[in-house]
């Protein structure tokens, strides 16, 4: 079963932009729905965005037009461009991984193969 190593997070003012890196081992980008989440102290996880095997994406409303879900197959990367950050974006970022199979939709409960985290914190 491959990993999944977020990295990217850090400390920014609100409008500023940050880039987070999810690096896929095992094969993970070419063979599953990819997905971001983030979880805010004391909040649930809940979804970002995801992205299916053939590049659509799936975009939370509170993040759509803001942030960008990508991949790059060559280097094993899954990207979040975050643009625009709002203090409420400060959370630990995730990304994740499951099956092609099924709905490719953030929902924490879909996936198993989870990072870390990286945390993102926005200051106002």
């Known amino acids: 079963q491959g990993q999944l190593v977020e990295s990217g997070g850090g400390s920014v003012q609100a409008g500023g932009s940050l880039r987070l890196s999810c690096e896929a081992s095992?094969?993970?980008?070419?063979?599953?729905?990819m997905a971001w989440f983030r979880q805010a102290a004391g909040k649930e996880r809940e979804g970002v965005g995801a992205l299916e095997i053939d590049g659509k994406t799936i975009l939370a409303p509170s993040v759509k037009g803001r942030f960008t879900i990508s991949k790059d197959s060559g280097t094993n990367n899954l990207f979040l461009e975050m643009n625009d950050l709002r203090p409420n974006d400060t959370a630990m970022y995730y990304c994740a991984a499951k099956g092609a199979g099924g709905y490719c939709v953030p929902l924490p409960l879909l996936f198993e193969n989870w990072g870390q985290g990286t945390q993102v914190t926005v200051s106002s």
């Open positions: 095992g094969g993970l980008l070419s063979t599953s729905c």
